[in-house]
């Protein structure tokens, strides 16, 4: 089971940038597509961005043009670059596969927007 663990969150003002990183236990090129799901208060969980094996992504639509998800499978690793932040992006953001079923939920990475 692979295990997850998220950093790169904070505190930035809106229309700032973050760039978030999720490290693997195991090799994610095993993995057809890794994602990052955020959380808020009150909220579900919602699939943010996804990313296939071969490199191919998708987006949620009010992330769409602001955000970037990448893997470097060398170093099993999966990347968000968040710009254009706006204080609606505010929540807990964790990388899991972006298909059943999941490994084991990390803690997350807080990322706050104020505006």
């Known amino acids: 089971q692979v295990q997850l663990v998220e950093s790169g969150g904070g505190l930035v003002q809106a229309g700032g940038s973050l760039r978030l990183s999720c490290a693997a236990s195991t090799s994610i090129f095993r993995i057809l597509a890794m994602g990052w799901y955020r959380q808020a208060p009150g909220k579900q969980r919602e699939l943010v961005a996804s990313?296939?094996?071969?490199?191919?992504?998708n987006y949620a639509d009010s992330v769409k043009g602001r955000f970037a998800i990448s893997r470097d499978n060398a170093k099993n690793t999966v990347s968000l670059q968040m710009n254009s932040l706006k204080p609606e992006d505010t929540a807990v953001y964790y990388c899991?596969?972006?298909?059943?079923?999941?490994?084991?939920w990390g803690q997350g990475t807080q990322v706050t927007v104020s505006s």
């Open positions: 990313i296939t094996s071969g490199g191919r992504t």
């Open positions: 899991n596969k972006a298909d059943l079923p999941w490994g084991t």
